[in-house]
Nanobody, 123 residues
Framework: VQLQASGGGLVQAGGSLRLSCAASGRTFSIWDMGWFRQAPAQEREFVAASRYSGGSSHYADSVKGRFSISTDNAKNTLYLQMNSLKPEDTAVYYC?????????????????WGQGTQVTVSS
């Protein structure tokens, strides 16, 4: 499975961005997909996850009500709609996919990673 993330950029506080993650290869093997982020000098943290087939989704408390994760299986693409962005959302955002059971919120449960896309929110 290969993952290609895109959609990051610079936005003012209160603005919106939509990240995309295109999956290719053995996509039929994907169980869950997720978004993580990592700010400078901080550990990678869970943002959101979704069953690849759709349905259940999960969010970190820090983004609940502001971010929305979705999948388009026809396009093999994962999205993260980010609204009401805050400066503390500034980070490199990574998409990830896992092909087996495991904690969707733990980064080491994931088997495949995209290259990361920078999101910068100015105050």
């Amino acid at each position: 499975v290969q993952l290609q993330a895109s959609g990051g950029g610079l936005v003012q506080a209160g603005g919106s961005l939509r990240l995309s993650c295109a999956a290719s290869g053995r996509t039929f093997s994907i169980w869950d997909m997720g978004w993580f982020r990592q700010a400078p000098a901080q550990e990678r943290e869970f943002v959101a996850a979704s069953r690849y087939s759709g349905g259940s989704s999960h969010y970190a408390d820090s983004v609940k009500g502001r971010f929305s994760i979705s999948t388009d299986n026809a396009k093999n693409t994962l999205y993260l709609q980010m609204n009401s962005l805050k400066p503390e959302d500034t980070a490199v955002y990574y998409c990830a996919a896992k092909v087996s059971y495991g904690d969707y919120a733990q980064w080491d449960s994931y088997d495949y990673w995209g290259q990361g896309t920078q999101v910068t929110v100015s105050s």
